[in-house]
């Protein structure tokens, strides 16, 4: 059975998280990756997620200090068809690596740069780690604590997000080539990354209030968050829309809570200043009265989405997991028995396969190979130009992967019931996760509204849903009634909890994965969990959605048909602790985390200096002495080893001396002490530093745009950078329903027919007047 990338050759010169999980999705598909490793190994060689992120792939060593490695490196890059690298800023410059130079001998070599942070500017320079990327990113300050102060986040997600977006990335360039013959340089930087986990987070619109920053780690509103029941276990209520909190309250015996006219009009009145607190308050008692599991029957039966705080080894081995296939075993050579997360997206026609941990390889004996390219001619605009895409996704997880596609080059039109994506409630959320895209209105639970879908189905290349299991098909859509009407058609379809299972039928919000798969419990602790502010599940799950989509234009490219895929956020809340769940006897512990967590240990971790923050990552034992010379206590190291210093933990004596010294120093002394002595710090940014950081400015991060009722949007510009295709979003987030007469005119519907849709109420125009811009609050208080 063909595979998307059989045939294509990707040399892997990463190292870390993020361009390693790149190639590993790419080799899920059938490529061959060649791992090119130094001779000290990946410097996360030892870390667990190391054998997952590697997988199928075989590793060699080259020196590039030395003429003969490099010389064997170039030799190997001129056989490829994806060389893949993570370089900082000017090396690859400095050995010949770059794109210019390499695609000198290789003119179809897709050559993909992931630099850790940006392209350019001081910050871009920092040796790579997760903790500065989301200090310097405002990630870390994004994230809700009771505090008002940084969090570190004990699972590298921005890493795991690049690495996502990067697989996508390419996949895309590789479909382009296969139009165009030609390759070309790619960058996805680790801000790219960012700007894609922080959709709405840096985005700022001049007629709408920021999001408040919420006061606890639990969560901003109270129909979604945490709440603790008597026996001291937690759930989280994850009742997103007005008509879930409403079906909650009348569960909890509540309803004296619910007043006046109109369900969105009372939940915007529950969620006023005030209100909000009353309203939670009320939560808080009422959860109280009653155990966890009493609570998740009565929620339950209630058709109430909720969500058990369980840890990540229960959820590792639960139901769910074995159901979708996100656990296989395979043996090692040393370690034994080894249990790796498995693929996170099911392609029905072209399936991915895990043949196995990765295995040492010789560069001597690696075989010669012709990139799979043939002549074309270049298609104008993205990489993805000419595909049409039909999404009849809300909320995020679904909708938000034609978002990518589009800002690729993909024309996406979002067909909405005539009420709306429900997410469009949270006006400033809805347009961070819906650019680039037209909105048509079509009633698919009208017999003309779905005959018109299935009619635009024919001329599509993609359809993307994210319905419970079950529901497409009576709608009357599932893939094999699109595959009827056209046979090529690519069907996407994102839900919860995957197809099997007890959960199946359940409700999927992100942070009832965050809560079942223990990412709260690991952030937090058993004394009390920890929201995500940033939406890991959905993002994650968007990421994966494209990458399947475009993986499949890939395999179609080939095979001439169409396939389903399947993916959902149970698979991507294993994915999002690959690292974390690799799992061995006597794997080594994951570091914990807390409320309001600081880092790791001393060395390890964010503080404030007298103006801001700064986040601290040594990792080699040197830098100790490095820190104590940059404070001016050279004492310290006097006093401890270094070994001893490094296990320290983040309240200590070594992080109070560090804490105090640090306290009543300008951040930029403290930055440009620690760094002239080679020591790992970035700022810790805050919104506000971030929207005005002009290492961001250098990096070209954001762009602008007009909404009708938005005003100026100011927002991320692009989420890669390449030398040919076109990249961006190419229009802000529609209106409901903005453009249904204009989409169906050009596909092909004549007026008499638009006239009839639009009378019987099966298709429904935006007026020519947005309404007024409402008051209402965010869904979710992040």
């Not at 952030?523 to 499949?552: C, H, K, R, W």
Request: with cysteine; aromatic share 8%; hydrophobic share 40%.
């Amino acid at each position: 059975m063909t595979t998307a990338f059989e045939g294509i050759r990707v040399l892997d010169f990463t190292q870390g998280i993020a361009g390693p999980m790149a190639c590993m999705h790419l080799a899920d598909f059938g490529a061959e990756v060649i791992k090119v490793e130094p001779p000290a190994g990946d410097r996360m060689k030892d870390h667990p997620g190391y054998l997952c992120w590697n997988r199928n792939k075989q590793v060699v060593t080259l020196d590039f200090t030395r003429y003969e490695g490099l010389a064997q490196a170039k030799a190997l890059l001129a056989t490829a068809d994806v060389a893949v690298f993570d370089w900082l800023p000017g090396e690859l410059e400095r050995r010949g690596l770059d794109a210019v130079s390499l695609r000198t001998r290789n003119p179809a070599l897709l050559h993909a740069w992931l630099p850790p942070y940006g392209v350019a500017g001081r910050w871009s320079a920092l040796p790579p780690d997760h903790g500065l990327l989301s200090a310097v990113g405002m990630a870390s300050y994004s994230q809700m604590s009771y505090e008002d102060r940084p969090v570190h986040l004990v699972t590298p997600q921005v890493s795991y997000g690049h690495g996502m977006l990067a697989a996508g990335a390419i996949a895309a360039g590789l479909f382009e080539r296969m139009r165009s013959g030609e390759g070309q340089a790619l960058v996805v930087s680790g801000l790219h990354a960012l700007a894609a986990l922080q959709a709405s987070g840096t985005m700022e619109a001049s007629n709408l209030p920021p999001y408040p920053r919420a006061a606890s780690s639990r969560g901003g509103t109270p129909n979604y968050r945490l709440y603790r029941c008597k026996d001291g276990l937690w759930l989280f209520l994850g009742a997103l829309t007005p008509q879930f909190f409403i079906r909650a309250l009348d569960a909890l015996d509540l309803m004296d809570l619910y007043v006046g006219e109109g369900i969105e009009g009372d939940y915007a009145r529950m969620m006023q200043p005030g209100n909000r607190e009353r309203v939670g308050d009320a939560l808080d008692e009422r959860f109280l009265e009653k155990t966890r599991d009493e609570w998740m029957q009565i929620l339950h039966d209630a058709d109430v989405p909720r969500g058990p705080v369980g840890t990540s080894e229960e959820w590792f081995a639960g139901e769910t997991v074995a159901a979708n296939q996100m656990r296989l075993t395979f043996s090692h050579p040393r370690l034994g028995r080894v249990d790796i997360p498995g693929l996170p997206v099911k392609l029905s026609a072209t399936p991915g396969e895990i043949r196995g941990l990765p295995s040492p390889g010789d560069a001597e004996a690696i075989t010669s190979h012709t990139p799979l390219v043939s002549p074309g001619e270049a298609v104008a605009g993205g990489p993805l130009a000419g595909i049409r895409v039909l999404d009849i996704g809300a909320f995020i997880a679904g909708t938000y992967a034609p978002a990518i596609l589009s800002q690729w080059g993909a024309e996406v039109i979002k067909v909405e019931p005539p009420d709306g994506d429900p997410f469009r409630i949270g006006l400033l959320g809805f347009m961070g996760h819906n650019r680039g895209k037209r909105s048509v209105v079509l009633d698919l639970k009208q017999p003309a509204g779905r005959e018109a879908f299935l009619d635009m189905v024919r001329d599509a290349d993609v359809v993307l849903d994210n319905y419970r299991a079950g529901v497409r098909e009576r709608l009357g859509i599932g893939y094999e009634t699109l595959r009827a009407v056209n046979p090529r058609i690519i069907s996407c379809s994102v839900t919860g909890y995957g197809l099997e299972g007890h959960l199946s039928s359940d409700p999927g919000f992100d942070p009832l994965l965050q809560a079942r798969s223990g990412l709260m419990h690991s952030q937090g602790s058993d004394e009390e969990p920890v929201f995500y502010t940033i939406p890991i599940n959905d993002d994650a799950s968007a990421l994966m959605a494209a990458f399947g989509m475009i993986t499949a234009l890939n395999a179609r490219a080939r095979t001439g048909e169409g396939q389903d895929i399947q993916t959902c956020l149970a698979n991507q809340s294993i994915l999002c602790q690959s690292g974390e769940l690799t799992w061995y006897e006597g794997r080594p512990a994951n570091p914990p985390g807390g409320r309001d967590c600081l880092g790791v240990h001393a060395l390890d971790r964010l503080y404030a200096c007298a103006d801001g923050w700064i986040a601290l990552a040594c990792s080699k034992p040197e830098q100790f002495a490095q820190v104590c010379l940059a404070l001016g206590h050279n004492e310290w190291s006097a006093r401890m080893t270094a070994e001893a210093a490094f296990a320290q933990p983040i309240e200590g004596g070594l992080a109070a001396l560090i804490s105090e010294a640090l306290g009543t120093m300008p951040r930029e002394e403290a930055l440009d002490r620690l760094l002239v002595r080679g020591v790992p710090a970035a700022p810790a940014f805050s919104k506000a530093e971030f929207m005005a950081s002009p290492w961001v400015e250098e990096n070209h991060y954001f762009g602008h745009e007009e909404h009708p009722q938005a005003g100026h949007i100011r927002a991320q510009r692009t989420l890669s950078e390449w030398s040919r295709s076109d990249s961006g979003y190419p229009r802000r987030a529609p209106l409901l329903g903005e453009h249904t007469v204009e989409v169906l005119h050009e596909w092909g519907f004549s007026e008499a027919r638009i006239q009839e849709l639009l009378a019987s109420g099966a298709a429904v125009q935006a007026a020519e007047e947005p309404a007024p811009l409402s008051t209402r609050p965010s869904l979710t208080g992040r």
